[in-house]
Each structure stands twice: as structure tokens, then as C-alpha cells.
């Protein structure tokens, strides 16, 4: 009964509603009303401003007006004494948060933030402008994707340019795709001997390194938004992945290994490997650095060199050959690519 009366007299006892204060009046000049008068209006139940008559539970009796003030008034005392000790809290809290604020900035202005989160492009490349002059001795970068474009490589020129002026060594790398882009050997070649190149079949995301303090990583696929990244840990993890892709890179300047398996190149191999592990043609494309369109073209041929007719035939073959990186294993009725 509290609850519903609660839901339809949304009021204290400061502000009855309009049929409450008619019952209650009433009840009070007469002494008492019956019961059933008070049905309308549970709030005077509720609000113990009417209780049954210990005589006749028929009939409901009022409390007295001058005990209704006297309860009202402590209730505003009471509001009034819990109010001034929540004021008194938050003065607390604001003065020991702003300690902290204190102490954050005193301690960022001497180490640095961590992590920073870079939103927009022009957010972005002044960051990169900034750790650029700040850089004395190394640069480490991971360009993933394919054939690099000339706008892709000019947009980061001034900076490179800077760098090789100051005498800072830059080692960049590329997926083998990019070995085919006229505009990558364009670069090097005004980059002269700053920039050393090495190339794998696939990278990890874009990564660049500064000095060996100061790391930049995407945060979004669009690359709209990138990760500051300054932690000494972080960041020391970050060069041990690029040293062991670099070991496992091959120089620019040397031809890529042959494959060993005659008739199949060695972008082909690496499309195998990854259709031995279950990968869609979007995300072999995307891994290689190369369109869903030429992914498929290197299937297709890669299926009529093996002599597959159909995708799961091509899985078969692939890991009978040993393209998948397993050794190879003969059938009767069917020559596998010839290994040199």
C-alpha cells in the first residue's frame, strides 16, 4: 500500500496534495472520519497523519497539527545538518583531488605522459613533427601495405630529410610488394646511405620509432587516430619485435630467395602458407600488401601449377608440396613441384 500511494501522492507531508488536505481538515475539526473517507488518499496513512482509532479500527484519528510541525521542522534540521556535512565532504574531496592534479602535472612535466592519445591527422604529424626535432640518433619504421605511392612517401620527406641533415639513421621496413614500387627506390636513393631497407612477406602494423623513447602505433583502422606511446617497457618491447623482424628481413638492395619449388614465385609461396592456415583471400591481400583482385590472380596460378580443381583440392596439394612450411609428401598418381 506504501508504494502504490507513494506512486500517486508523490508528496511529504510539507505539501499534501489536494484531496489529502481536505480529508486531514476535516479529520481535525471533527476529531475523526471513517476509514473508508481516507481510502482515496493513502499518502495521510503513509505519512502518519491519520491512524486508526485504538476504539473503533473503523474510523482514523489525525495527529495533532502541532506535532506535525514540530516533526517537519526536525526534518528540515536534519536536512539542514546532513547538507552541511555533504558540503563539508566535498570540500575534502576537492581539496585532496586537487593535490593529486598538483602532484600528476608536476610529475608529467618531468617524465613525460606515457600514453597519449593522438585524435585527427593534424594532431598526429605535430606530434611527429615534435619528436622529429627532438630526435638525435635512430629512427625505426614498419610500413605495412604494398607498393608505396609518391604521396605516401612525400608526406613524411620533410622530416626524413631533417633527420639524414642532423646525421640520424633511419632502418625502414616493407612488405616484398614493395620492392616493385618505383617510388620507394626514388626515396632511397635521395635518402642515400641514412636509409637501410629490408622487406618480408608480411609486417605488423605501422610502427614508428624514435631514439628508442618515443613510440607511434595506430589506434583506429583508418589511422585517424594514433598512440603516443613513452613507457620504457612499451617501448623496449616494441624494439625487440622490429630487431627480430629486421633479422628475418631481407635487404632491399639483395634479390628475394627462390622458393625452391619450380613454377611458384615467392609471393605465391607465401599466399600457400596462409591458405594452409585457413585464411579468406581479403585477409591474405591485406597481410601481403597486395589487392583482393592480384590475391586471387596468385591463386588461380598457384591451383594450376599444382594441378588443383577446386580450393579444397588446392589446401591438399599445398601441404603435399610442403608450401605450407611441412615437408613434402609424395602420392601415387601425382608428381609434386619439382623441389630444387
Same mark, same amino acid.
Given at each position: 500500500?506504501?508504494?502504490?500511494?507513494?506512486?500517486?501522492?508523490?508528496?511529504?507531508?510539507?505539501?499534501?496534495?489536494?484531496?489529502?488536505?481536505?480529508?486531514?481538515?476535516?479529520?481535525?475539526?471533527?476529531?475523526?472520519?471513517?476509514?473508508?473517507?481516507?481510502?482515496?488518499?493513502?499518502?495521510?496513512?503513509?505519512?502518519?497523519?491519520?491512524?486508526?482509532?485504538?476504539?473503533?479500527?473503523?474510523?482514523?484519528?489525525?495527529?495533532?497539527?502541532?506535532?506535525?510541525?514540530?516533526?517537519?521542522?526536525?526534518?528540515?534540521?536534519?536536512?539542514?545538518?546532513?547538507?552541511?556535512?555533504?558540503?563539508?565532504?566535498?570540500?575534502?574531496?576537492?581539496?585532496?583531488?586537487?593535490? !593529486?592534479?598538483? $602532484?600528476?602535472? %608536476?610529475?608529467? @612535466?618531468?617524465?613525460? +605522459?606515457?600514453?597519449?592519445? #593522438?585524435?585527427? &591527422? /593534424?594532431?598526429?604529424?605535430?606530434?611527429?613533427?615534435?619528436?622529429?626535432?627532438?630526435?638525435?640518433?635512430?629512427?625505426?619504421?614498419?610500413?605495412?601495405?604494398?607498393?608505396?605511392?609518391?604521396?605516401?612517401?612525400?608526406?613524411?620527406?620533410?622530416?626524413?630529410?631533417?633527420?639524414?641533415?642532423?646525421?640520424?639513421?633511419?632502418?625502414?621496413?616493407?612488405?616484398?610488394?614493395?620492392?616493385?614500387?618505383?617510388?620507394?627506390?626514388?626515396?632511397?636513393?635521395?635518402?642515400?646511405?641514412?636509409?637501410?631497407?629490408?622487406?618480408?612477406?608480411?609486417?605488423?602494423?605501422?610502427?614508428?620509432?624514435?631514439?628508442?623513447?618515443?613510440?607511434?602505433?595506430?589506434?583506429?583502422?583508418?589511422?585517424?587516430?594514433? !598512440?603516443?606511446? $613513452?613507457?620504457? %617497457?612499451?617501448? @623496449?618491447?616494441?624494439? +625487440?619485435?622490429?630487431?627480430? #623482424?629486421?633479422? &628475418? /628481413?631481407?635487404?632491399?638492395?639483395?634479390?628475394?630467395?627462390?622458393?625452391?619449388?619450380?613454377?611458384?614465385?615467392?609471393?605465391?609461396?607465401?599466399?600457400?602458407?596462409?591458405?594452409?592456415?585457413?585464411?579468406?583471400?581479403?585477409?591474405?591481400?591485406?597481410?601481403?600488401?597486395?589487392?583482393?583482385?592480384?590475391?586471387?590472380?596468385?591463386?588461380?596460378?598457384?591451383?594450376?601449377?599444382?594441378?588443383?580443381?577446386?580450393?579444397?583440392?588446392?589446401?591438399?596439394?599445398?601441404?603435399?608440396?610442403?608450401?605450407?612450411?611441412?615437408?613434402?609428401?609424395?602420392?601415387?598418381?601425382?608428381?609434386?613441384?619439382?623441389?630444387?
Amino acid at each position: 500500500m506504501a508504494g502504490h500511494g507513494a506512486q500517486e501522492h508523490p508528496h511529504g507531508a510539507d505539501r499534501l496534495c489536494a484531496a489529502g488536505d481536505r480529508v486531514y481538515s476535516r479529520a481535525v475539526r471533527r476529531g475523526r472520519v471513517p476509514r473508508r473517507d481516507a481510502e482515496p488518499v493513502p499518502c495521510l496513512l503513509e505519512l502518519a497523519l491519520l491512524h486508526p482509532d485504538p476504539d473503533d479500527m473503523e474510523w482514523l484519528v489525525p495527529t495533532s497539527p502541532q506535532e506535525v510541525m514540530t516533526r517537519l521542522l526536525r526534518g528540515m534540521y536534519d536536512e539542514v545538518r546532513a547538507s552541511q556535512r555533504r558540503v563539508g565532504s566535498a570540500v575534502e574531496a576537492f581539496e585532496r583531488y586537487a593535490g !593529486l592534479g598538483r $602532484r600528476i602535472q %608536476a610529475s608529467a @612535466a618531468t617524465e613525460g +605522459t606515457a600514453i597519449r592519445v #593522438l585524435d585527427g &591527422l /593534424a594532431r598526429i604529424q605535430a606530434a611527429m613533427d615534435e619528436a622529429t626535432e627532438a630526435c638525435t640518433t635512430e629512427v625505426l619504421t614498419v610500413q605495412p601495405g604494398g607498393i608505396r605511392r609518391e604521396h605516401e612517401l612525400s608526406e613524411g620527406l620533410h622530416r626524413a630529410l631533417a633527420l639524414r641533415g642532423r646525421g640520424v639513421r633511419m632502418r625502414d621496413l616493407y612488405t616484398h610488394v614493395a620492392r616493385h614500387g618505383q617510388g620507394l627506390l626514388n626515396y632511397l636513393e635521395l635518402m642515400g646511405d641514412a636509409v637501410e631497407a629490408r622487406t618480408l612477406d608480411e609486417v605488423v602494423d605501422r610502427l614508428i620509432l624514435f631514439d628508442r623513447t618515443v613510440a607511434f602505433i595506430p589506434a583506429n583502422t583508418d589511422r585517424t587516430m594514433a !598512440l603516443e606511446l $613513452r613507457h620504457p %617497457a612499451l617501448v @623496449a618491447y616494441l624494439v +625487440t619485435v622490429f630487431e627480430r #623482424l629486421w633479422r &628475418l /628481413a631481407i635487404p632491399l638492395t639483395a634479390p628475394l630467395p627462390d622458393t625452391g619449388f619450380e613454377g611458384v614465385s615467392h609471393r605465391e609461396r607465401s599466399i600457400a602458407a596462409l591458405l594452409a592456415e585457413g585464411h579468406q583471400d581479403a585477409v591474405i591481400a591485406e597481410r601481403l600488401g597486395i589487392s583482393v583482385r592480384t590475391c586471387r590472380a596468385h591463386i588461380a596460378r598457384l591451383s594450376e601449377t599444382l594441378g588443383a580443381a577446386s580450393r579444397t583440392q588446392l589446401g591438399v596439394r599445398i601441404a603435399q608440396s610442403g608450401l605450407d612450411g611441412s615437408p613434402s609428401v609424395s602420392v601415387p598418381g601425382r608428381e609434386s613441384p619439382t623441389v630444387r
